[in-house]
């Protein structure tokens, strides 16, 4: 397991969040912390491929809602974090990871000595911004209750591509009780900019999910007896599209998965961005 929720405090302040990460003192997945506020996959890119990023974007939406693209060079996202002018994205997620040509060369707190005037970070939205909207419904969220990272996998589904840039889509995994699914799915829907409703599909071999058990990103999580396994594409597709194009010379920042950038905006205010 990566990390043990109970370590740590649990946070209601985006901001407060955010200080503890950039002071190093916050490293854990955010799921459960900040409930009710939107939260962001990351991916900083350099600029000659942001043109290409924005369009596999828009043409895979509900894995990529898209909800901000950085000038080049930015650190503070004011259009996500408007009242906090001390927000430094190259600061301010619990982890990061590092890539070039494809491969993690680097896991840190802080990526500061990465950036660069030509760096472009794009913020997408993150299922982690629905658990509170399940859990006011009185749908379980199995992750939050088992202390642990939501489960992630890769699957048999290619995304729409764009110029270099073609990945498979991810999806995240949250075990519901089968009698709660149609108003999981309906809760969900509602929320656009947070992946949106669960698939169709709750069969993983389906998807090409040969273990439940063994997950590609983050922790296996339980399924209770009468539970069924629920899949929503996941913001973790755009980090493999973002690694995709190997002979690229330029770093790529993301995220470390299940580790996001906490917005001070609202879940249900997203759906105006």
Known sequence: KEYQMSDTTTFVEPRLLRREARAGNFAAPTSGH??????????????????DFAEFCARNPSACPLLHRSAPGERWPQALCPLDPLTDVYTDVPRYRVYRHGSLVAEATDVSSYHSSRMCAFYIGCSFGFECALLESGVPVRNIEQQCNVSMYRTNIRCAPSGPIATPLVVSMRPVPSALVHLARKITAALTQCHGAALECIDPAQLGIVDLGKPDFGDPVQLHEGDVPLFWPC???????????????????????????????????????
């Open 34 to 51: 900040c409930a009710g506020f939107l939260q962001a996959n990351l991916v900083i890119l350099d600029q000659s491929l942001a043109d």
């Open 235 to 273: 913001g973790v597709t755009t980090t493999l599209a973002a690694i995709s194009v190997v002979d690229h010379p330029h770093v790529v920042i993301t995220h470390a998965p299940g580790h996001m950038f906490v917005t001070d905006l609202r879940s249900k205010e997203g759906e105006s961005l």
